[in-house]
């Protein structure tokens, strides 16, 4: 069975770090491109990061750029975001997503609260 | 970056079909044979329901239909029924490694 399960969330002060972590497994990791999308309470989705499969291809939403970092181990099955500079407005449920030029595996999301 | 467009609810009775437009651009929607569509049950992950404007993942039901002309692409939903009451969002690629989703619509059936 195809999963993905993140981990990392939580609540931290503005200016604050933290950093998400989305375990795969069910499929070959290394050959699927990896994304990270958002969603603040009450709103509607929004991309937030992209990796390749051999995570040489990364691109940002204009939101997190210079402040997060996407990265992949494919050893470990695992894709990361790391969140620097949290600002309130990046409260938000974090979904891992894989993407097959659609987004046809999501992880139960987990809650990033920046707040003081 | 803008979101896609779309509107912020739609509603019909069981048995009838709705449309839910998604407005875009030459640079996402217009640009790509790419868009998807999700359904999204309150406090659980989207689901896929649509891929590659008009495909449909297996155990999707064929009531959802999607299509595309110009920068605008719909989902269609007929034979409406009351499971279908959710929260919809489009999505496209935008070029560059980047994707796009519209700002989601509100589906009530009434």
């Known amino acids: 069975e195809v999963q993905l399960v993140e981990s990392g969330g939580g609540l931290v002060q503005p200016g604050g770090s933290l950093r998400l972590s989305c375990a795969a497994s069910g499929f070959t990791f290394s050959s699927y491109e990896m994304n990270w999308v958002r969603q603040a309470p009450g709103k509607g989705l929004e991309w937030v990061s992209y990796i390749s499969g051999s995570g040489g291809t990364i691109s940002y939403a204009d939101s997190v750029k210079g402040r997060f970092s996407i990265s992949r181990d494919n050893a470990k099955n695992s894709v990361f975001l790391q969140m620097n500079s949290l600002r309130v407005e990046d409260t938000a449920v974090y979904y891992c997503?894989?993407?097959?030029?659609?987004?046809?595996?999501w992880g139960q999301g987990t809650l990033v609260t920046v707040s003081s | 970056q803008s979101a896609l467009t779309q509107p912020r609810s739609v509603s019909g009775s069981p048995g009838q079909s709705v449309t839910i437009s998604c407005t875009g651009t030459s640079s996402d929607v217009g640009g790509y044979n790419l868009v998807s569509w999700y359904q999204q049950h309150p406090g659980k992950a989207p689901k896929l329901m649509i891929y590659?404007?008009?495909k449909r993942p297996s155990g999707v039901p064929d009531r959802f239909s999607g299509s595309k002309s110009g920068n605008t692409a719909s989902l269609t939903i007929s034979g409406l029924q009351a499971e279908d009451e959710s929260d919809y969002y489009c999505?496209?690629?935008?070029?560059?490694?980047?994707?796009?989703f519209g700002g989601g619509t509100k589906l009530t059936v009434l």
């Open positions: 997503a894989r993407l097959n030029n659609y987004f046809d595996c």
């Open positions: 590659d404007v008009t």
């Open positions: 999505c496209s690629y935008a070029g560059s490694y980047t994707m796009i």
